[in-house]
């Protein structure tokens, strides 16, 4: 069975930093895409980030400069390095493992997904 436990989400200051971590159990890092989504009230959930299983990175247009993903492969970790935060990071934050083992493209589609933690809320204040 797949579970995914983020956390690390918060109220943050604009301008500061934070660091979002999902701990994955039931999958291996190396052997899985796993990407980052978040969902803003009444918007849908998007694309985010997302770390191919060889460790390669991939960006919404949006975040690129100020979110790095990252990962532990010994601590089954996967990481969202948001910098600079801005009000319109403001968010849950999902993390997600990609449906399918060794995959060589980096998916950005929900429905690539197949299993999904639980969220944590970023909150952004002035």
């Known amino acids: 069975q797949v579970q995914l436990l983020e956390s690390g989400g918060g109220l943050v200051q604009a301008g500061a930093s934070l660091r979002l971590s999902c701990v994955v159990s039931?999958?291996?890092?190396?052997?899985?895409?796993m990407g980052w989504f978040r969902q803003a009230p009444g918007t849908e959930r998007e694309f985010v980030a997302a770390i191919k299983c060889n460790g390669t990175p991939g960006y919404a247009e949006s975040v690129k400069g100020r979110f790095t993903i990252s990962r532990d492969t010994a601590m089954n970790t996967v990481y969202l390095q948001i910098d600079s935060v801005e009000f319109r990071d403001a968010a849950v934050y999902y993390c997600a493992s990609d449906r399918l083992i060794y995959r060589g493209t980096l998916v950005r589609m929900e429905r690539e997904y197949d299993s999904w933690g639980q969220g944590t809320q970023v909150t952004v204040s002035s």
């Open positions: 039931g999958r291996a890092l190396g052997s899985y895409t």
